[in-house]
């Protein structure tokens, strides 16, 4: 019965000291959603990296920085949302066209 006992006890143990680890992600505790494995793997990993890096251009609609360190736009707040549901911060970087089409003056339609 002892030995019983100490055989159980060890294969609760992993089981229930894993749970303790389990990061605390909103975006994975939405009700309905069915993330897959992959989906879950991916999102676990940008938490634990902790940012996502985004080029963005300044436009009414997408990015606009103010003074006082606060941002607008659009495309920025759906981003900024899920950057909050993840955990993560935003690294912004603002780029022209040109940076998005050219690699140091080289086209990248080519």
Sequence with gaps: MKAYFVL????YLPSSSC?????????LAIEGANWTKEEVAYIKAMNQKGS?????KISSAVYVP?????????HYKVLEEFANLVGIK???KIVTWNDYFYKQG???AR
């Design 52 to 56: 996502i890096k985004v080029a963005t």
């Design 106 to 108: 080289e086209d990248l």
């Design 19 to 27: 749970g303790a680890f389990e990061i605390d992600i909103p975006l």
């Design 8 to 11: 159980l006890a060890l294969l």
């Design 66 to 74: 103010h003074e006082d360190g606060s941002h607008s736009g659009f």
């Design 90 to 92: 935003i690294d912004g």
